[in-house]
């Protein structure tokens, strides 16, 4: 039903930005709660942030609060990850992550509450 892939990820210098972007397909994008997700190189799958449905509600791991921002753009079912002030240790395959619901501000910050993934989209921070 939904399709989910994200882009945007490339080598940037530690303290550089960048933007992922997730595209979502289907009809009902709005009613989605979309998320975040990342995992480096042998270790599981983490948290990174999360939005609901309404766009009025936002959390993000301890890890990234204060230096990355997401964002949803509705007109165009896409969902972003600003990243600021990267760090080395923000090295990961990112995954965005969706789950229809019927509670606007509801969110979720564990993987299993997801029910749509992308494939990943890989970021490396070195210099």
């Known amino acids: 039903q939904v399709q989910l892939v994200e882009s945007g990820g490339r080598l940037v210098q530690p303290g550089g930005s960048l933007r992922l972007s997730c595209a979502a397909s289907g009809r009902t994008f709005s009613r989605f709660a979309m998320g975040w997700f990342r995992q480096a190189p042998g270790t599981e799958r983490k948290f990174v942030a999360a939005?609901?449905?309404?766009?009025?509600?936002?959390f993000y791991s301890d890890s990234v609060k204060g230096r990355f921002t997401i964002s949803r753009d509705y007109a165009n079912n896409m969902v972003y990850l600003q990243m600021n002030s990267l760090k080395p240790e923000d090295t990961a395959v990112y995954y965005c992550?969706?789950?229809?619901?019927?509670?606007?501000?509801?969110?979720?910050?564990?993987?299993?509450?997801?029910?749509?993934w992308g494939q990943g989209t890989q970021v490396t921070v070195s210099s």
């Open positions: 992550a969706g789950r229809e619901i019927d509670n606007s501000d509801i969110y979720y910050i564990t993987e299993a509450d997801y029910e749509y």
């Open positions: 939005i609901s449905s309404n766009n009025h509600r936002l």
